[in-house]
């Protein structure tokens, strides 16, 4: 007893550190401190019988997921190896495609011994160490395949349980750079979403901010983010609205209206759908509030918006011809508008800094800007989805300092909005701007000044934005002769992407016929020919092969990577060359299913300004174009009655209900209170009681406390043990097994039992301990060892005995532990015990199994003689 007494639980927890590789009794060879959870199991595999029960279970969770071209996988774990063979298996790879796997130095030493891991390492598959990373990202040309949107990070399943504190913070590190490098490397790219929602702003754009360029030199704004610190300051700026300009984020639309402030210009930027939901508020905004749209803003927004639009950056996304440009003819004057404002940012807010910049305001506060979680774990103000979802509990947790001096957390993509508004905040300053951030509980930005809302220096007059609206003033006429011009232009692409099409499949063609030799005597032909088709297209079609290269530029870039890091021979040319202009030839394609939409769509336009045009046809030109989340406009426009436009109104709440159910699924997932469980882990082993205590509180106000209640109470112990009281953890964790569902919070309730054992060692109560392990290890087979360790030290060999069985029932091949069952048995002097071990050792490695029956024969026979 005394043996157990003395044992330190990190010592006996530490025990299930031990990385052996064993035979599993389904003939996997695994670390069952890894992957026991995952691999230990008497479950019947449904697999094949070529394929393995380790296979079966990474197929289940991985699918083709990790086989896709040209991609760079960067995989923390290899789940005891099985992940490589998993990777392997699936030949012949795809092309242009490398694995990374990284393992803690340890794991990695171990698996990259054994020679069946070790020959499925190569060019392709690689096991590195952490500190081998860097080398290893330059060398398989992370950046480039970010350029091609081609890095794909992944957690084995032993990195998605969070066995051990390594795999917490490599998988946090990994994350965190990742996210960071992707924005930095793939900021000016141009990408199909982009693109696509772009021209389908076309038809809805019309006035940009170039007339507007310094009309408020020298005053002051303040933007409107959409921030927890909003909540703190949106009193104030409701009493003091009328000596305020306002430029707001759509987002937070809805906490606006419900508080009675409406801003005078609205921002959104985003091209996916996901930003219609959660700014589906906006469009009951009164007509002085002005829609500011970034040209690549979801379509949806802009085609519903009832009162008036300025774009951002180009109209077109092409640069039109020189000539049309300089030419002094009105109705050949560019539709790309010259020194229009310049988007810039990962996030509408830093839209929002570039546009009061561009309109003359020289000093730019904010209420909203945290760029990091509120101290309840908050990241959004309240009336938003995400509010009502409750703190974000998943998530690569990077620490920051605020404005007031406190720790606080944020993830990777807010950590790079961060540097960017610290880039933008320099960059305005060399031209007389100054930001400024009153949010207390805001992430310190360098070049942002901290100064509380109320004692910046506003006017004490009401803000006079009369300049704004008087240039804001133009005829139907204008828009009508606007409209034709743009349809033109679209028409001229139109026909210009169809001899893309055509020459990229005549070159395709020639390119087959160069490498196939299909007449030899015509080699020089198909060259010259193919050289031809790239000058035609590069100088006579010169914006449509802009465009066409944009919208493929991934596959595009992908034909430059060297796939194989070899010379390529003449097969691998060709197959490159047919993958650059299919690529051209599919792109030329997808634009052009897009055009007879675009051109239904300005038609449409060109009817609503006829007054003579029913509203009936209208409406139903809308549903024909699947716009019909524009029957608002029209509404408002014509002042129509509710039963006029019923039909096309609840065809766009369907579309909408759909798309806030999305979002609300998407939400809870990482809202969840089971998802706080890896952080927590990751704190409690940082020994990081500030986070521990956020995370708590976070959790305390949360929506759905039935679900959070056991997770905060974990929580609780877990801090309780950090300051050493552990009587008070151990009624948390009481909590903790008397309101979890064992359905599902099994891997919390596997964690607590753990904590338990751990904590009933140190008060001296080994028997309870071991009590807590039993019932850990029916969760997570892993833990017979730690069971049957104490059992070992607290001299109760029966209970070691049950323990060490049940464990290689389903890992038999773990020679060292065979071994120990066997003295035990000859403890109890069971040669019958002894026998049973001895039958295990077919299971075992064959270098072990000599040694290992030699060692038990010794031991029987000296049963036998005693």
């Excluded at 002094?328 to 508008?337: R, V």
């Excluded at 960017?420 to 960059?427: D, E, K, P, T, W």
Aim: aromatic fraction near 8%; hydrophobic fraction near 40%; glycine fraction near 4%.
């Amino acid at each position: 007893m005394s043996n157990a007494t003395n044992l330190s639980p990190n010592e006996l927890l530490n025990d299930e550190l031990t990385f052996d590789l064993v035979q599993t009794a389904h003939g996997d060879w695994i670390i069952p401190a890894l992957n026991g959870l995952h691999f230990g199991t008497n479950d019947v595999s449904p697999s094949p019988p070529s394929e393995s029960f380790a296979q079966s279970v990474l197929k289940r969770h991985f699918s083709h997921r990790l086989h896709k071209e040209d991609c760079l996988f960067v995989i923390v774990g290899s789940d005891s190896g099985q992940l490589i063979h998993y990777v392997q298996s699936h030949q012949p790879l795809p092309r242009g495609s490398r694995w990374v796997f990284i393992e803690p130095a340890p794991i990695a030493h171990i698996l990259s011994a054994q020679p069946e891991i070790a020959k499925q390492l190569d060019d392709y598959v690689h096991l590195i160490t952490p500190d081998q990373w860097p080398e290893t990202a330059r060398l398989l040309l992370l950046d480039d395949y970010f350029r091609v949107g081609g890095v794909v990070f992944e957690r084995s399943l032993a990195a998605l349980d969070h066995t051990t504190p390594v795999y917490l913070e490599l998988a946090g590190e990994l994350d965190a750079e990742l996210s960071s490098r992707r924005y930095i490397t793939t900021a000016n790219l141009g990408k199909l979403p982009f693109i696509k929602a772009q021209l389908g702003n076309i038809p809805n754009f019309f006035a940009h901010l170039v007339p507007l360029k310094g009309i408020f030199q020298g005053k002051k704004a303040l933007i409107l983010a959409g921030g927890p610190s909003l909540d703190l300051e949106i009193d104030w700026i409701k009493a003091n609205r009328d000596r305020l300009f306002l430029i707001a984020v759509s987002r937070i639309s809805a906490r606006l209206l419900a508080t009675g402030i409406h801003p005078d210009l609205i921002a959104t930027v985003d091209p996916h759908p996901i930003s219609l939901t959660v700014s589906r508020q906006m469009f009951d905004f009164p007509p002085n509030t002005i829609l500011v749209s970034g040209n690549h803003a979801y379509p949806g927004i802009t085609n519903r918006w009832p009162h008036k639009i300025l774009y951002t950056d180009n109209l077109l996304p092409w640069n039109e011809k020189q000539d049309r440009k300089t030419s002094g003819d009105d109705d050949k004057a560019p539709l790309n508008p010259i020194d229009n404002l310049t988007s810039t940012g990962p996030t509408v807010t830093h839209t929002c800094v570039m546009l009061a910049a561009y309109l003359g305001f020289t000093e730019v506060a904010f209420a909203g800007l945290d760029l990091c979680h509120s101290p309840e774990g908050q990241t959004h103000a309240k009336g938003s989805s995400e509010a009502s979802s409750g703190p974000l509990l998943d998530y690569t947790a990077v620490k920051v300092t605020t404005n007031q001096g406190d720790t606080a957390w944020t993830t990777p993509d807010y950590f790079a909005g961060i540097d960017m508004m610290r880039i933008l905040a320099s960059h305005l300053a060399q031209k007389g701007v100054r930001l400024i951030n009153p949010s207390r509980h805001g992430a310190v930005i360098p070049g942002v000044t901290f100064k509380p809302l109320d004692e910046i220096d506003w006017s004490t007059e009401p803000f006079d934005r009369t300049p704004l609206d008087e240039v804001l003033s133009y005829s139907s006429e204008d828009r009508r002769k606007h409209l034709d011009h743009v349809s033109e232009a679209l028409k001229q692409m139109n026909e210009d992407l169809g001899k893309i099409e055509v020459l990229a499949q005549l070159a395709i063609e020639a390119n087959h016929a160069f490498f196939r030799m299909v007449n030899p005597a015509r080699q020089a032909l198909h060259q010259r020919r193919i050289r031809a088709i790239d000058r035609f297209m590069r100088h006579r079609l010169t914006e449509a092969e802009e465009l066409v290269r944009a919208v493929a530029q991934h596959e595009l870039i992908a034909t430059d990577i060297p796939h194989d890091f070899f010379a390529l021979d003449a097969k691998q040319a060709e197959n490159l060359t047919h993958r650059f202009y299919d690529a051209i030839r599919r792109g030329a394609q997808f634009l052009r299913t897009l055009f007879p939409n675009l051109e239904y769509r300005l038609h449409t336009r060109q009817l609503e300004l006829d007054d003579t045009t029913p509203s009936q046809e209208i409406l139903e030109r809308y549903e024909q174009g699947d716009e019909t989340e524009r029957v608002l406009w029209l509404k408002t426009s014509r002042n129509l009655a509710e039963q006029v436009v019923a039909h096309a109104e609840a065809h766009y709440e369907r579309k909408i209900t759909d798309m806030i159910a999305a979002d609300r699924e998407r939400n809870q997932a990482r809202r969840a209170p089971k998802a706080s469980l890896r952080l927590a882990e990751m704190y409690f082993s940082q020994h990081n009681l500030v986070a521990l205590q956020a995370l708590e509180h976070a959790l305390s106000v949360h929506p759905d406390q039935t679900q959070a209640a056991p997770y905060g109470a974990y929580l609780k112990g877990l801090q309780a043990e950090l300051g050493h009281k552990l009587v008070n953890a151990m009624s948390a964790y009481e909590d903790v097994l008397n309101h979890a569902s064992t359905e599902h919070d099994t891997t919390l309730l596997e964690h607590c039992l753990l904590r338990i054992a751990s904590v009933s060692l140190t008060l001296g109560n080994p028997e309870q301990a071991n009590q807590a392990l039993d019932m850990a290890s029916a969760l997570n087979p892993g833990h017979w060892l730690l069971s049957a360790k104490l059992a070992t030290l607290r001299n109760d060999d029966t209970h070691a005995v049950e323990a060490y069985a049940n464990y290689l029932t389903l890992f038999p091949g773990d020679h060292q532990r065979i071994l120990m069952l066997a003295e035990l048995f000859n403890r109890l002097r069971s040669t019958e015990g002894i026998r049973q071990c001895m039958e295990l050792a077919n299971y075992c490695a064959p270098a072990e199994k000599a040694k290992l029956l030699n060692e038990l024969g010794t031991l029987l026979h000296q049963l036998n003689m005693s």
